[in-house]
């Protein structure tokens, strides 16, 4: 069983920042990629921003040169720090992993969510 524990949502002016964090635990024996999705209400769930455990990134493009992924290998976490965030940006936002366990196989996992709201 893996989990992954997200925390850092919260209420925040236009223009105010955030950082979003997600832990995961539970069988791991290493994971491929930890990104992080969003859902705003009326609206299908879409990525944010996705990091491997090589480093490589991707953005997309509503977020790019506001919004920073890194990840912690060590601690199987990932972080996104959200600057000058808009009221486009209101959504719930989801940590999603793909984790390779301890016996070989592969497994996709997400995070309860938590809210992110931002006010104009």
């Known amino acids: 069983q893996v989990q992954l524990v997200e925390s850092g949502g919260g209420l925040v002016q236009a223009g105010g920042s955030l950082r979003l964090s997600c832990a995961a635990s539970g069988s791991i024996f290493s994971i491929n990629r930890m990104g992080w999705y969003r859902q705003a209400p009326g609206k299908l769930r879409e990525l944010v921003a996705r990091?491997?455990?090589?480093?490589?990134?991707n953005y997309a493009d509503s977020v790019k040169g506001r919004f920073t992924i890194s990840r912690d290998n060590a601690k199987n976490a990932v972080f996104l720090q959200m600057n000058s965030l808009k009221p486009e940006d209101t959504a719930v936002y989801y940590c999603?992993?793909?984790?390779?366990?301890?016996?070989?196989?592969?497994?996709?996992?997400w995070g309860q969510g938590t809210l992110v709201t931002v006010s104009s």
């Open positions: 990091i491997t455990s090589g480093g490589s990134i």
């Open positions: 999603n992993a793909l984790v390779i366990l301890q016996s070989g196989r592969y497994l996709e996992v």
